[in-house]
């Protein structure tokens, strides 16, 4: 069997991001790999010690935003590749589902293409099915637990609600937590990925150019408060009341 | 300008998200509603109360179920016909995989999580926060057609008014790529996303040495007091990693990065310290409560009002005074 992840490099998800003169900046400016895609290796790796396959991983950039591809290597992924292009993180959700289907539609020999749920930065979760779109393959979203007998089943984690979904192979999944804690990469995966070439692929036959989002502006959040009050009482009964009485006069219940 | 808004049914029941987005879509021009489900008809009795004299709907058998492929060709098919402007979708987990298919299908730009939409002259932009909310972004949509995304609790429920309104009944196109075979509840209730009231848990609830019971058992003891409050206000619970992750509550109750953003008017964090994690699911409640031991704990900087001490001492204070409004 054979399995794609696409991974993406992002900012560190716990370092001050900051906008500076309408750029997004990090105080970690190394990128790692988006923690959502981390499961996603993670279900891959999972597969492949049950089932004896082979991990692709592909990532979209420059030859110096490979460390997210290095990172999934080194948990337990056997190649990676890198689809260069310029202005990887500021393509619209469609051009970068575009570049991942003609990889897909070019090298047809994958059984299942897993996705994290979403990325960190933009969040926006559209990728995963826009590339079943264009590759006409089925797709499932938001696999909590995988099993392969000849055909896909998962379990389709929902707000309140587990559902159990087959679909035939290949299929395109994205993936969610309920996986399993993402591995620590070994010594020895770590070692091997660092040695691992990453060949460039260019995408050849993408029919339109390749379009990014029409930012206008970035700014930073707004600090959402103000002070914490603090309800000063060691008594329970009487913080409770007063607690009471600041939230009623917020008039929000 | 057409604008159709996409109603998402869960358990037989309109998403609040969707009723949600008509006040949005009110402002943009005409509103239609758009529905498959085998009870469309009578789902597009509630557009109709609020004042929308139109639906959509795809009142097949196969609708029962969701499907992106089969939703996503219907819609397609039906967006082609009627040419709306603007396609609103709820941006819940499941709708986004619909917005992500119909976004190829119709070959148009998505704005997506919109938490505001600016209309001037034809030009559609939205401001939507990245970077789990650190950033807010304006965009802008360059397609004809458009497809818009909005968070859930951004917009409020338009006033109710009564209309006669039109019913059209659109084609079943397509069919369905996987099949369903079964399904279990994990929770009850509201769910996260939706709820006006939240409250979290986090480590603080494994732990009250005075109990002399294991971890486990005090945990539960702890989950039953959050879910207790959670109810009087027809919240959810919500919990920290540490919780989910030590298999207290399934995965779709936790707030944070890689779980929920979330949005109530009220939010409790009982022992929960705040890691960065944490704090970026839930900075966007109009109103927070912090209850924790350490003084220091990070929560408390991004709190309204903190009660340093032990949630078990004061939880059921808590409790009993909001019982007296609920009587």
Same mark, same amino acid.
């Given at each position: 069997m054979n399995i794609l992840v696409c991974v993406k490099p992002v900012f560190n998800a716990e370092a001050e991001i900051q906008v500076v003169d309408g750029k997004v900046t990090s105080s970690e400016p190394e990128l790692v790999i988006n923690p959502f895609d981390e499961y996603a290796v993670e279900a891959a790796v999972q597969l492949k010690e049950k089932y004896d396959a082979s991990i692709t991983v592909l990532t979209l950039g &420059? &030859?110096?935003?490979?460390e997210a591809a290095r990172h999934a290597l080194a948990m337990g992924a056997d190649e990676a590749f890198l689809a260069e292009i310029e202005n990887a993180s500021t393509l619209d959700t469609r051009s970068t589902a575009r570049v991942i289907a003609a990889f897909i539609k070019e090298d047809p020999r994958f059984d299942l293409i897993i996705f994290g749920r979403? &990325?960190?930065?933009? *969040?926006? *979760?559209?990728v995963p099915s826009q590339v079943a779109r264009l590759t006409g393959l089925p797709f499932v979203g938001l696999a909590g637990k995988i099993d392969i007998s000849e055909k896909l089943t998962v379990e389709r984690v929902l707000d309140n609600t587990v559902l159990t979904v087959s679909a035939e192979l290949p299929t395109v999944i994205s993936v969610v937590q309920s996986i399993g804690e993402p591995r620590f990469p070994s010594f020895m995966g770590i070692r091997k990925a660092k040695k691992a070439e990453i060949p460039s692929w260019k995408p050849s036959n993408l029919l339109m150019p390749l379009t990014s989002v029409s930012s206008l502006s970035r700014t930073n959040a707004n600090k959402d408060r103000g002070e914490c009050v603090f309800i000063s009482p060691d008594d329970p009964v009487k913080a409770a009341g007063e607690l009471f009485d600041k939230i009623m006069a917020e008039k929000i219940l | 300008m057409k604008v159709w808004v996409y109603f998402e049914i869960e358990r037989g029941e309109v998403l609040p998200t969707s009723l949600e987005a008509l006040s949005l879509a009110k402002r943009l021009g005409d509103v239609s509603a758009l529905i498959l489900h085998p009870k469309a008809t009578e789902l597009a009795n509630i557009a109709f109360s609020y004042g929308i004299t139109k639906a959509y709907t795809a009142?097949?058998?196969?609708?029962d179920q969701f499907s992106p492929e089969l939703f996503a060709s219907t819609i397609n098919a039906a967006a082609k016909k009627y040419a709306p402007d603007v396609i609103i979708l709820p941006s819940t987990f499941q709708s986004r995989e619909l917005t992500g298919m119909l976004s190829i299908d119709l070959d148009c730009d998505v704005l997506n999580d919109a938490i505001s939409i600016t209309l001037e002259d034809d030009n559609m932009t939205a401001s939507r926060p990245i970077y789990e909310g650190k950033v807010i972004e304006k965009i802008r949509a360059n397609s004809t057609m458009k497809l818009v995304s909005v968070r859930g609790r951004m917009f409020p429920i338009p006033r109710a008014e009564e209309v006669d309104g039109e019913i059209v009944s659109i084609e079943k196109v397509g069919s369905a790529r996987s099949i369903i075979h079964g399904s279990r509840q994990t929770s009850q209730g509201v769910s996260l996303a939706n709820a006006g009231v939240v409250v979290a848990v986090g480590r603080g609830i494994t732990n009250h040495p005075a109990f002399g019971i294991s971890e486990e058992e005090t945990a539960r003891k702890g989950l039953s007091l959050a879910s207790d409050l959670a109810g009087m206000f027809n919240g959810a619970v919500g919990a920290s990693r540490a919780i989910v992750d030590a298999g @207290?509550?399934? @995965?779709?109750?936790q707030v944070g990065q890689t779980g929920k953003i979330i949005s109530p008017d009220l939010y409790f964090g009982l022992g929960i310290s705040g890691s960065i994690q944490h704090l970026v699911g839930m900075r966007g409640s109009k109103i927070v409560v912090a209850i924790n031991?350490?003084?220091?704990?990070?929560i408390f900087q991004h709190a309204d009002y903190g009660i340093v001490g032990d949630l078990y001492d004061h939880l059921p204070a808590i409790i009993e005074k909001f019982n007296e409004l609920k009587k």
């Open positions: &420059t &030859t110096e935003q490979i979403q &990325t960190v930065e933009f *969040g926006s *979760g559209l | 009142p097949q058998a196969d609708f @207290y509550l399934p @995965y779709d109750h031991k350490d003084p220091e704990a990070p």
